[in-house]
Every structure is written in structure tokens, then in C-alpha cells.
């Protein structure tokens, strides 16, 4: 029989293991994605890069406590680790680069898929890939016929996150998709609020969908 003390004290280096691995591969993505995209790795400042460094730890350490040493835990490192980057470019631009979207739609869907071969459960990737279609269209029907400030970034954004949380259940993906659309509804009404009831321009959707997500991913088991 185990000591129930000794498999705490793995899990607890595992989580901080990990986490660091995040933290590693969040300066790493940072530093790719101000070589890839320049205009939109902002100013010199540290104190950006030292909070994006953070939060990714954080978010890292997170996951390997949601999955464990699971096939799949690899693929959600890449979405926490990617979308920590693409909430900060968001926020300061108001945009989700393609050359950020698209990658992260087809390493989900690499590594989802040697997950699910690992487990012998393709159930889990056929729904996926329909979370991932169903939240795509959705979004875009919202985008076109709706004044909400959803732009076309989002409705790509919403690909990946459809693939990633329909992979867990049918439950995740409805909970995600709809609770992304509420928190981005609230941000926009606080900024309006802020405002002084002049409503702004354009507003960060995908910090706002991506927090819902990774929420529902970490929470709903």
C-alpha cells in the first residue's frame, strides 16, 4: 500500500514541475511571437512580460492538476500556454492574429488525436471537431447578424475552443461557448459603464472567451 504522504508530495512536484515547464514555454512563445509579429509584441517594458510569465505559470501549474499525467495534458498546455499570449495581444490591439489562431486549432488537433489513439476513445475527437464546427458557425451567425462587437478574430477563436472543450463533453462545450459570450457581454458593459454610456469602439472578446474556457475546462471534470 502507498503512503498516502508520499503520493502528495509527488502530485505537489508534478504541478510545480509543470507549471515551470509553462512558465518555460510562455517566455518561449513570447519571444516567437514578438520575432513572428513585431508590430504586436508592444513596447520594451518588463513588467508585461513578467505578468504574462506569471499568469502562464499559474495556468500550467492549474492544468496538470485538472489532468494529471495524461495524454491529453500536453494539448492544454498548449492552450493555456497560446491563449495567454493571444489575450494579451487582444487586450492591447484588439486583435487575434491568424498566425496565432490557426496553429493553435491545428496542434489541438495533433495532439487531441494522440491522446484520444492513447485511450482508445475517438468518440472523444469526433466531438471535438463538431464542437469545434457548431462553435465556429455560431459565433459567426452571432457576428452577422448582431451588433455586439464580436469580430471576425473571435469567430476563428472560437474554432480551437470549440475543439478543445467539445473533446471533454457536450456539457464543457455548451458552458464554454455560452459563458464566453456572457463575460464578453459584461466586459463590454463595464466599459460602457467607464465610459459614461459611450460605448467603445471595439471590444476584447478573446481574453474574455478564452478565461470562460480554460475555466470550464479546469472546473467541470
Do not use: C
Not at 59 to 73: D, K, T
Not at 121 to 127: G, I
Not at 204 to 218: D, E, K, R
Request: cysteine-free.
Amino acid at each position: 500500500m502507498s503512503d498516502p504522504a508520499v503520493s502528495d508530495s509527488v502530485a505537489v512536484l508534478f504541478v510545480a514541475a509543470i507549471g515551470a515547464l509553462g512558465l518555460g514555454l510562455g517566455l518561449l512563445a513570447d519571444f516567437a511571437t514578438r520575432r513572428a509579429l513585431p508590430d504586436l509584441a508592444g513596447g520594451p517594458s518588463v513588467r508585461p512580460r513578467i505578468t504574462t510569465a506569471a499568469v502562464t505559470f499559474v495556468l500550467s501549474a492549474l492544468l496538470a492538476w485538472r489532468f494529471g499525467p495524461s495524454p491529453e495534458l500536453a494539448a492544454y498546455l498548449v492552450l493555456g500556454v497560446a491563449g495567454v499570449q493571444l489575450a494579451r495581444i487582444d487586450i492591447v490591439h484588439h486583435l487575434l492574429p491568424n498566425r496565432l489562431v490557426t496553429p493553435l486549432l491545428g496542434a489541438g488537433l495533433v495532439l487531441l488525436t494522440a491522446a484520444a489513439a492513447a485511450h482508445g476513445a475517438s468518440e472523444n475527437l469526433m466531438r471535438g471537431i463538431a464542437g469545434s464546427v457548431i462553435l465556429f458557425l455560431l459565433y459567426l451567425i452571432l457576428a452577422l447578424t448582431s451588433r455586439n462587437g464580436l469580430g471576425m478574430g473571435d469567430v476563428k477563436l472560437a474554432a480551437p475552443l470549440g475543439l478543445y472543450l467539445g473533446y471533454l463533453g457536450w456539457s464543457q462545450l455548451f458552458y464554454g461557448g455560452a459563458l464566453g459570450f456572457v463575460a464578453g457581454g459584461l466586459s463590454s458593459l463595464v466599459l460602457v459603464l467607464k465610459n459614461r454610456g459611450n460605448r467603445p469602439n471595439e471590444v476584447a472578446y478573446g481574453p474574455s472567451m478564452l478565461a470562460a474556457g480554460l475555466a470550464v475546462i479546469l472546473l467541470i471534470p
